[in-house]
T-cell receptor, first 112, second 112 residues
Framework: SQTIHQWPATLVQPVGSPLSLECTVE??????LYWYRQAAGRGLQLLFY??????ISSEVPQNLSASRPQDRQFILSSKKLLLSDSGFYLC???????????FGSGTRLTVV | AQKVTQAQTEISVVEKEDVTLDCVYE???????LFWYKQPPSGELVFLIR??????QNEISGRYSWNFQKSTSSFNFTITASQVVDSAVYFC?????????FGAGTRLTVKP
């Protein structure tokens, strides 16, 4: 069966520090991978999606970047965090979106 | 462009009441997929249902039912005899098979 792992679960980082959130998927190959952000009390905002290794599409220009170094690994990064980067980050995978997305358990990031 | 509108930001009901969560979507695609997700306080998004654009049959699963009407571009979700455990944020989503767009979510509070 397919599983998705996302870590860490919570993170508190100072403004200006770097960020690296990792997401891995098991039990499938060539999945579509996604990073979403949910600000407190708000909906889901698509940040990045990837349809293959090294292929990244950015939805919203911002202080973040994503990389897909391996087929089932998706990394969200920042060189210098801003206060506005605080939020709940969710990784997801899909089989081309037809069967819906399976989400990771999320990372709650607080930038202080 | 794809768009999902969940006009109800928050709904509060008393246990055992029925409640309907509205979802209206916009798309130019003839083939698309509609979803509902539940986000309990833990934060993880839980898949509830998927519907493709060619299947307008309504579906019932226990206390949950979904009414898909292409004529009005709506995919409403009804919880019958609500329970406290139904308290969560519910997201409606639309996919063209590649990426998914979420509505802003409806926060449902079921009071004992």
């Amino acid at each position: 069966s397919q599983t998705i792992h996302q870590w860490p679960a919570t993170l508190v980082q100072p403004v200006g520090s770097p960020l690296s959130l990792e997401c891995t998927v098991e039990g499938t190959s060539n999945p579509n991978l996604y990073w979403y952000r949910q600000a407190a009390g708000r909906g889901l905002q698509l940040l990045f999606y990837s349809v293959g290794i090294g292929q990244i599409s950015s939805e919203v220009p911002q202080n973040l970047s994503a990389s897909r170094p391996q087929d089932r690994q998706f990394i969200l990064s920042s060189k210098k965090l801003l206060l506005s980067d605080s939020g709940f980050y969710l990784c997801a995978w899909s089989n081309r979106g037809i069967n819906g997305y399976t989400f990771g358990s999320g990372t709650r990031l607080t930038v202080v | 462009a794809q768009k999902v509108t969940q006009a109800q930001t928050e709904i509060s009901v008393v246990e055992k009441e029925d409640v309907t969560l509205d979802c209206v979507y916009e798309t130019r695609d003839t083939t698309y997929y509609l979803f509902w997700y539940k986000q309990p306080p833990s934060g993880e998004l839980v898949f509830l249902i998927r519907r493709n654009s060619f299947d307008e049959q309504n579906e019932i699963s226990g206390r949950y039912s979904w009414n898909f009407q292409k004529s009005t571009s709506s995919f409403n979700f009804t919880i019958t005899a609500s329970q406290v455990v139904d308290s969560a944020v519910y997201f409606c989503a639309l996919s063209d098979g590649n990426d998914m767009r979420f509505g802003a979510g409806t926060r449902l509070t079921v009071k004992p």
